[in-house]
């Protein structure tokens, strides 16, 4: 659910019971076999219980289903049942309750569970449980999720993130098919592939022995748009060919205008008929050679190989973006000739400049006045170095190359006393393979001081943007596991347990935050610790500001930690 909410469609512009009824009949006549009631929330409407028991009446109608976020559904299942509803999909995309009233801006996780259990019991089987995976959010929740199939006869679902307007899209929040996959097979290495239909848009697999399976809806990785047979029709009656696709035609409209049955059998044929072989306009980012290089960078060892994949990778971003790669006058190198917007290129350059280890990718922008200039990378161990094409420093140790002269100057280079940087000056994370592993803890904390308005309104929790302390505290979590990505030469580092808790100083007018991280390796966690309480710090004060500016964050320390060589620690 969106921050502020979402605008309401005017009921004079949504689909009627009967207006529904007539357009089912009318797809069920011309083939359709399946329809599903999803949403939105297809519960809150009043008239659900009569559209399905309508529905059900029509011949030649083999399946009725519905998608749902559940918290009605324990109250409505049993009426849905008797009306002939046979197939249930329920939206969760954690099971954590704090995440949940984070996602839907409200309370209900016990309702939902509470519906699946209900959905169980009624004999449904197996019941679906849909989750859209994102980085940095719930795909460390991948295991308990599979573990939620041991028990019940579930098919939990896992959805790679899709570009949506309003969802605030990033490429880097989507976790793929093959990753997903890769971390359940650590845990469950027995796990099997189960058999698929050919319209079917997921890849099942199943735990020996468990209860439920799970399936993988690869919509971004693989996309499966060649076999979908699914047409949609909005609430407000717009059909739509494609869930993505932004072209919709108004059954609603032609309805209410008379339009006769043929007419609009022609009108949704023609819209079948402009249907996309693939849905999102194939970005480059999609397709699966990039996803593969995103996620394998390859060893020193597998540059043959990689230099064969780029190749590859090329022919498959000129075909898709229907541009030809040219060789840019002074290094000889392939570049892409972009037009704005930039975004798809600047992220191809950064994947690129890795993957071409000893190459220095061009930008060519014919806008620009300025001279493009790069760091020239010389065989580096893949994702030492980040180049930024337009930046006028150097980092020590490197060779600075000007596009006009193609000189180079070298900078000197670091004193070797410096840990985070090689023999050259290149920067490096700190090698911590000959250390052992033990066990490692850290808390940190940090002081927000809101104000006495402020702190009022957090105290009796009537800040717009919601719960501040539920919030903050997901934010502190979330914050610790994205160390690694937040601090570029700080390891990463798989954490066994992560809490923040938040208490309230009335002295103060402050808000107190506590993060503690623990773990079993060979590094420790006092970085995850202040990234908590930091990130905890920032989310409190970004959900007051609307209220007073004048919000002070202090003492951000460490207070303890334990284990590694330099034995524990203990602010006094």
Not at 175 to 201: F, G, H, N
Not at 230 to 259: M, P, Q
Request: include cysteine.
């Amino acid at each position: 659910m969106p921050e502020e909410g979402v605008q309401l469609t005017p009921k004079s512009e949504l689909l009627t019971t009967q207006e529904i009824i007539t357009l089912a009949r009318l797809f069920v006549k011309e083939g359709v076999e399946k329809i599903r009631l999803t949403g939105g929330e297809p519960l809150i409407r009043p008239d659900v219980v009569d559209i399905v028991g309508q529905l059900y009446k029509l011949e030649g109608l083999k399946n009725i289903a519905v998608t749902t976020n559940g918290i009605n559904l324990a109250r409505l299942l049993p009426r849905l049942k008797e009306a002939g509803l046979n197939a249930i999909n329920i939206s969760l995309d954690t099971l954590v309750p704090a995440k949940f009233e984070f996602i839907v801006r409200r309370k209900g996780f016990h309702k939902v569970m509470e519906g699946i259990h209900k959905a169980t019991e009624l004999g449904y089987h197996p019941v679906k449980v849909n989750c859209v995976v994102m980085r940095g959010f719930n795909e460390d929740e991948l295991l308990g999720f599979v573990d939620f199939t041991k028990d019940l006869p579930l098919d939990v679902r896992f959805i790679e993130y899709m570009p949506f307007d309003g969802n605030k899209w990033n490429f880097k929040k989507m976790v793929s098919y093959k990753e997903m996959l890769d971390t359940i097979k650590q845990r469950w290495p027995e796990l099997e592939e189960l058999p698929c239909e050919a319209s079917s848009t997921a890849k099942s697999y199943k735990v020996p022995h468990f209860q439920g399976q799970i399936s993988f809806i690869t919509s971004m990785s693989e996309h499966f748009c060649g076999s979908c047979n699914r047409l949609r029709i909005t609430a407000d009656g717009n059909l739509k060919v494609c869930l993505f696709g932004n072209s919709e035609v108004s059954l609603r409209d032609h309805l209410r205008s008379g339009a006769s049955e043929e007419e609009l059998v022609q009108i949704i044929g023609a819209a079948v008929g402009r249907k996309k072989k693939q849905h999102a306009e194939a970005t480059p980012m999609s397709s699966p050679q990039c996803q593969d290089t995103l996620q394998n960078p390859p060893t020193s060892k597998q540059w043959g190989h990689t230099l064969n994949h780029w190749l590859n990778l090329r022919e498959s971003l000129s075909k898709q973006t229907g541009k030809t790669f040219k060789k840019n006058k002074l290094t000889g190198q392939l570049i892409l000739p972009v037009s704005h917007p930039e975004q798809q290129w600047h992220m191809m350059t950064g994947i690129l400049q890795i993957q071409l280890r000893g190459s220095c990718v061009f930008q060519k922008d014919l806008s620009s006045r300025f001279d493009t200039k790069c760091l020239k990378i010389e065989t580096l161990p893949v994702g030492q170095v980040s180049v930024d094409s337009h930046s006028k420093e150097t980092s020590p140790g490197s060779e600075f190359c000007s596009r006009d002269s193609g000189s180079c100057t070298k900078v000197p280079c670091a004193s070797d006393s410096l840990t985070h940087t090689d023999e050259e000056g290149r920067a490096t994370m700190v090698d911590v393979g000959g250390k052992p592993d033990s066990r490692r803890t850290a808390v940190a904390g940090a002081v927000v001081r809101l104000g006495e308005e402020a702190f009022g309104m957090v105290r009796q929790n009537q800040m717009k943007k919601g719960d501040v302390l539920a919030v903050a505290q997901i934010a502190g979590i979330q914050g610790a596991k994205l160390t690694s990505q937040l601090i570029p030469l700080c390891h990463n580092i798989p954490l066994n347990h992560v809490e923040v808790s938040l208490s309230l100083d009335e002295a103060r007018h402050a808000v107190v935050i506590r993060s503690s991280c623990q773990t079993w390796g060979r590094t420790g966690v006092e970085m995850e610790a202040l990234t908590a309480a930091s990130l905890a710090a920032l989310t409190v004060y970004d959900m007051c500001k609307a209220v007073t500016h004048d919000i002070v964050i202090e003492e951000v320390k460490l207070l303890s930690k334990t284990g590694g060589q330099r034995g524990d620690f203990l602010r006094v």
